[in-house]
Each structure stands twice: as structure tokens, then as C-alpha cells.
């Protein structure tokens, strides 16, 4: 079991040298050249303290307007993709049972992400696979301006795919396991 920090750094690489690079969010170069991405490890397995976590993460946003975003990193207990769609369910559900519903919103991203009706080893399924699974909670509002002052952001899913078909799945898995190594 690698130390928090480790696990920070790995994602911070991962944002850095993947999503910026390549662009697939086009919005998270600003917030993380800003520091105003709060990253937190949570060495839990238990699904009662791992959702708990994640309403105390929604505390923190409440009570710092500074942080655009926060990523949740969830090394223990989420390591099956099928594990993590129901944990993720489950975010969603507490998302509206506390209120948070139209204030912020919840992304996903694991190292074995597949979308629906898409293949394991299809490369688009790395624009969203990460060195470890990972909640991100978004500050909606802050998303729809986003949104609103990019130039055709609904082509932004396509394009991405197109990205990462022309560079391919090996590319991208030999990057992501560049991102898995401890530092």
C-alpha cells in the first residue's frame, strides 16, 4: 500500500501528462495551474466510511469556495469496475438525499473504465481511466459557465474519442502505467 502523498502525486501526474495534455477536459489546465483542485485519499474499504467520506467532501466544498473541484481517491475497496459503478450509484444517490443536486456533480474515472457499448480495450475508454479510482465532485455553476464560454463544447465527448483513437489503446496504457509508479 503506497502512502497518500503517493497516491496524489500519481493523479497529479496523470491530470498533468493525460487530461491536460491531450486535452480531454479542457477546463481542468486552469484549475490545476490555480491549485484549486483539493485531492483526498480515502484509505477506506468499508462502503458506510467511504460514502461518509464523500459527504464530509461536500462539507469542504461548501466551506471553501476557492476549490473549484475535489478528487476523491479510493485505492482500497474500489478496485473492481463493477465495485466502483455501484459505489458511484451510490455517490449519486447521497448527492441528492443531501441536497447537492444542481450544486455539484459527480465524474468518474478508474484504470479499468469501459463505457457502455464499448469494448475493454477500446481506446476511448482511457479518457476516463485514472492510476487509481477516483470520485471527482464538480461545482456545477462553475461547469455550465465553462461550458458556456467554450466554443462548441458538446463536440468536447467526440473529440476526445477521436484523440484517443489516433493515438490508440497501447499509447495510452504504457502513459497510464508511467503515472502508476510511486514517486
Known amino acids: 500500500m503506497l502512502q497518500p502523498e503517493q497516491y496524489i502525486n500519481m493523479t497529479k501526474r496523470w491530470l498533468e501528462h493525460s487530461v491536460i495534455e491531450y486535452n480531454f477536459c479542457p477546463f481542468a489546465k486552469k484549475e490545476y495551474v490555480n491549485n484549486s483542485i483539493h485531492y483526498e485519499v480515502i484509505d477506506e474499504s468499508n462502503r458506510e466510511e467511504q460514502l461518509l467520506s464523500l ?3 461536500f ?3 461548501d466551506n471553501n469556495p476557492a476549490l473549484s473541484t475535489s478528487l476523491l481517491l479510493y485505492p482500497k475497496g474500489l478496485e473492481s469496475f463493477f465495485d466502483y459503478l455501484d459505489f458511484v450509484e451510490l ?4 448527492l441528492y438525499e443531501l441536497g447537492y443536486e444542481g450544486i455539484y456533480q459527480i465524474a468518474s474515472f478508474h484504470p479499468d473504465y469501459c463505457f457502455a457499448d464499448t469494448k475493454q480495450s477500446d481506446p476511448e475508454n482511457y479518457t476516463n481511466r485514472s492510476p487509481v479510482p477516483i470520485v471527482h465532485l464538480l461545482r456545477e455553476d462553475m461547469l455550465e459557465k465553462a461550458l458556456d464560454l467554450y466554443p462548441n463544447s458538446e463536440q468536447i465527448p467526440e473529440r476526445n474519442i477521436l484523440k484517443a483513437q489516433e493515438l490508440g489503446s497501447d499509447f495510452f496504457e504504457k502513459l497510464l502505467q508511467r503515472f502508476c509508479k510511486a514517486e
Open 55 to 57: 459527504s464530509e467532501e
Open 59 to 61: 462539507k469542504r466544498l
Open 91 to 94: 455517490a449519486n444517490e447521497l
